[in-house]
């Protein structure tokens, strides 16, 4: 397949008949997902997409292909966690774009700022919490304050550590038993 321009991503994303499959675990989306956009992510994590950024809208684009397009490519893999960095980063400037609150609907706000909750950083939860409030969303909100308690608790993400090769503690280990021990 061919690179995709950034429509494209943003069209597929936020189409309809995808809204349920936005944060689920799925095999035939994660294969749609391969099928259409593997040599987008392949260019977005070489930094080949880099003319995106000077538009809010390919920005948000190349956070989604980097962000949520790495999880559905290579679930259960180190990889799917490979360009947080990039999109934390990118996610960051977007967020500071003056015209942020009124360029972007709520999906697209959530979206652009999904990679703050990823992070496995306590000083970037701090924003996140604030972040959320601001849009509005209950449900998102709700959400980063499970992974927040996470951060706070551990200064990680346990579930990632069998895939990124960490030593998992006694108390990660009892944590990871529980409902919303991952995601």
Sequence with gaps: MAI?????VLDFWFAAEN??????????FDATIRYQFLDTWTAAANNELWQWRDDPYGRL???IVLDQFSR???RGSAKSFSQDKMALALS??????????DLFNEQEKIFAVMPFMHSESKTVHKWTL?????????NNLYCEKLHKNIIDKFGRYPHRNEVLGRETTAEEAEFLTQENSSF
């Design 72 to 74: 559905n490519l290579w």
């Design 19 to 28: 809204a349920d499959l936005l944060f689920a675990k799925d095999n035939n």
């Design 61 to 63: 684009a190349e956070i």
């Design 92 to 101: 960051q400037e977007l967020y500071h774009h003056p015209a942020f609150n």
């Design 4 to 8: 995709k321009n950034l429509q494209q």
């Design 130 to 138: 604030t972040i959320f409030q601001e849009i509005g969303n209950e």
